[in-house]
């Protein structure tokens, strides 16, 4: 199965499953990229990851999301416009911390070594959709109570299946917000907004093959799901962000937004290094974009340059191909936006 987000009549996101049509599923060996630490020793163990870090030493190609400006996109598509598509990208991506292991995870995956455990793992996502669910609301805190709220709010997010595995997984993750900077988005130029956090409460979609699955969070706080839906609905009503491309060589782009060892958000951009095809709705991309333990889920964005149009894609960050001394990375499934989250409208 692949996921294809839609616009609605409304204008927000909805989530559509159409089924992969491949004939033979195709493994792709790798080794995912979820940071793992001692819960009780969080903050810091993912500072010491950073700091030790043996694939990206000194992370020269990561660049704090709130410094990301023009002039770090490539220059055949260094285009305002494109720039603002990756902020809107980088308001949607999260940090998740994944406090338990499911033991339904298979024998060989991600680790099964620690099915059962509260070992934590850190990984990143990105909102999807946004929508009122009119009570009574049905988490945890509301069903232990005579009176539930009468007013909720459901966050779609998607991430790579190994982050987060089943619901049993779900329910046990910290999803925050806007953690933009060390101060959570507070002073020092990272922006006005505030890390807010939140519990997941299942995973309502997922696809083992090809690295991908959709959580749903339920939340009561207005503020932070009418913040969401906007950026969510901008997106979903702004035109591709790249343009037609004249030149004779067509150049790709790969941008990459993640939580690098649980660390603040942080942008790397790249290129593509390859196309994996495993069915007629499920693409997955090779790239050399920098990534590191804590990026598996965070969304990737591809730009590939046409003369009729450029094609853009977007799907999670899934795993690190061979060795480091082979920087290659690939994503789960991804989506075309051009046909999808960014149809161009008429007038625009």
């Not at 009549?9 to 909805?14: A, D, E, F, I, W």
């Not at 990208?89 to 911390?97: F, M, Q, S």
Request: aromatic content about 8%; glycine content about 8%; charged content about 20%.
């Amino acid at each position: 199965m692949c996921h294809l987000p839609v616009g609605n009549s409304s204008g927000c996101l909805k989530i559509a499953r159409v089924p992969s049509k491949r004939a033979d599923p195709v493994p792709i060996q790798g080794r995912h990229e979820c940071e793992v630490v001692d819960p009780s020793n969080e903050a810091e163990e993912s500072v010491a990851a950073w700091e030790d870090c043996q694939k990206n030493h000194g992370h020269a190609q990561f660049i704090p999301a709130w410094k990301f400006r023009l002039g770090h996109l490539p220059e055949w598509c260094r285009k305002t416009r494109v720039l603002r598509f990756v902020r809107t990208v980088c308001a949607i991506t999260v940090r998740l911390r994944v406090h338990y292991t499911s033991p339904a995870r298979p024998d060989g995956y991600a680790f099964s070594g620690h099915r059962g455990s509260d070992k934590l793992h850190l990984g990143s996502g990105y909102v999807g959709a946004v929508l009122n669910a009119p009570g009574p609301c049905t988490c945890d805190s509301c069903r232990e109570t005579d009176a539930p709220r009468r007013q909720c709010y459901h966050i779609y997010l998607s991430t790579a299946c190994h982050v987060i595995f089943s619901t049993e997984e779900a329910r046990a993750t910290r999803v925050d917000f806007f953690y933009d900077s060390a101060d959570s988005g507070g002073g020092g130029g990272g922006g006005a907004a505030k890390m807010k956090s939140v519990w997941a409460a299942d995973v309502v979609a997922r696809d083992q093959q090809d690295d991908w699955c959709m959580v749903r969070c339920v939340s009561h706080d207005h503020i932070l799901a009418n913040e969401l839906r906007d950026v969510v609905e901008d997106m979903a009503h702004k035109p591709t962000p790249t343009t037609n491309y004249h030149g004779r060589n067509m150049p790709t782009m790969c941008v990459v937004v993640s939580h690098p060892h649980g660390m603040p958000k942080q942008v790397t951009v790249g290129n593509l290094a390859g196309q994996a095809t495993l069915g007629t709705y499920s693409t997955r991309f090779k790239y050399n974009t920098a990534t590191c333990p804590g990026s598996s889920g965070g969304p990737v964005f591809v730009a590939i340059a046409k003369k009729s149009g450029c094609a853009e894609w977007m799907g999670p960050h899934s795993q690190k191909l061979h060795d480091f001394s082979t920087p290659v990375n690939l994503s789960g499934s991804c989506v075309r936006l051009s046909d999808h989250i960014c149809p161009k409208r008429k007038g625009r």
